[in-house]
Structure formats: C-alpha cells, structure tokens
T-cell receptor, first 109, second 114 residues
Framework: LAKTTQPISMDSYEGQEVNITCSHN???????ITWYQQFPSQGPRFIIQ???TKVTNEVASLFIPADRKSSTLSLPRVSLSDTAVYYC??????????FGTGTLLAVQP | SQTIHQWPATLVQPVGSPLSLECTVE??????LYWYRQAAGRGLQLLFY??????ISSEVPQNLSASRPQDRQFILSSKKLLLSDSGFYLC?????????????FGPGTRLTVT
C-alpha cells in the first residue's frame, strides 16, 4: 500500500474554495485514490474516489495528474460545517484501507 | 438501506478487566467487516478485518481479538485490558463482492481504561 503525505492542517474562510493536496509517489498501477472526511467523535465518511484525471460529485472534485503521484481534493465554497479532518488513501487490489493522520481543515467565519 | 450498529457508545473499564464490543450490520449480505482504533489526535489504525464468517485477519499483534460468529456480526474482545487500549473504536463494513474502497463506519465506542 502506497504511503501518502498531506498537510497536517489548513485554514480557510467561509465561501472560499479549498484545495488539499496529497502526495503518493509510490502509487502502483492498480491503486485507486480515495478521500474520507471525519468529524470529531464520528467515523470517517467516504467523499470521493478516482483513478486518473478528474472526478466530480455533489460534494467535491478530485484532480489527479497524469503521473498520479499526487492528487488534489477540491471543496467548493466551504462552510463552517466543512471543518473536519480529511484523509487521503491509496489502495490497490485489497479491501484494506490505511489511514494516515489526515489534514485538519479549519473553516472560519 | 444498510445500517451499522455499535454498542456501547462509551465505556470505562479498569485495567485488567475483559472487553467485549459488538457491531452488527443490517441490509446487506456477506459484507467485509473491519475494526479500527483511533487514539486521541491520531489517524485510524486497522485492527482486524473479516471477509466471511470465522475468517479474521489481524493487522496489529496485541491483546485484542476479534470474532465473526454470524455473517453480519463482528465482535472485538480482550481478556485483560491495558491502559494503552484506551481509544475510539470504530466498526466498518464494505461490499463483499470485489474490491471496495468505500467503507461505511459505525458511530464508534469510546473506551477509557483507568
């Protein structure tokens, strides 16, 4: 399972777009990139998953460059309720997910 | 729709006492089941996962054990708790067919060992 590196914390203001970048230099050919969100005292919640280029859903967008050695989670127009820890995970042909320490996003009014 | 239950929500146990945490899933068949632990301010640590009844894979050697007596029931146990067992315990499930990176987490059990 590829190791991921992401910022420990980020600050933003309501209404701004937030981009959280994750590095995964050792990503394997069959690895997918997955992002989870976790609020305090709750279990993580799946946000988005992708393999290459761009994926968008109702919550976020995921940008993956051609070399796939990094990925960027984009949250449009964040609100206070988006304050949470965001985890980037990379996994292949296995159901095991390895969570790092994630990025604590603090959204201020 | 699928739901996942965990109990108890909070637990305070003395060192050396036994532990039993239960997780059940409804609305799906043959799910993959997982136990995670999260220490304060840390990421999640995968403890056990199961792809079927009686099939348990241990990720971290320690004084915890897991069992899956029924298809949608997953139990985390310990014979003697240590102070270091304190943490937030999360059960999760994913679809059993193929590989799935989308896991659904339960509400968690906050365990404090005193």
């Amino acid at each position: 399972l590829a190791k991921t590196t992401q910022p420990i914390s980020m600050d933003s203001y309501e209404g701004q777009e937030v981009n959280i970048t994750c590095s995964h230099n050792n990503i394997a050919t069959n690895d997918y990139i997955t992002w989870y969100q976790q609020f305090p005292s709750q279990g993580p919640r799946f946000i988005i998953q992708g393999y290459k280029t761009k994926v968008t859903n109702e919550v976020a967008s995921l940008f993956i460059p051609a070399d796939r050695k990094s990925s960027t989670l984009s949250l449009p127009r964040v609100s206070l309720s988006d304050t949470a820890v965001y985890y980037c995970l990379v996994g292949g042909a296995t159901n095991k997910l390895i969570f790092g320490t994630g990025t604590l996003l603090a959204v201020q009014p | 729709s699928q739901t996942i239950h965990q109990w108890p929500a909070t637990l305070v146990q003395p060192v050396g006492s036994p532990l039993s945490l239960e997780c059940t899933v409804e609305g799906t068949s043959n799910p993959n089941l997982y136990w995670y632990r999260q220490a304060a301010g840390r990421g999640l640590q995968l403890l056990f996962y199961s792809v079927g009844i009686g099939q348990i894979s241990s990720e971290v050697p320690q004084n915890l054990s897991a069992s899956r007596p029924q298809d949608r029931q997953f139990i985390l146990s310990s014979k003697k708790l240590l102070l270091s067992d304190s943490g937030f315990y999360l059960c999760a499930w994913s679809e059993g067919r193929g590989v799935s990176y989308e896991q659904y987490f339960g509400p968690g059990t906050r365990l404090t060992v005193t």
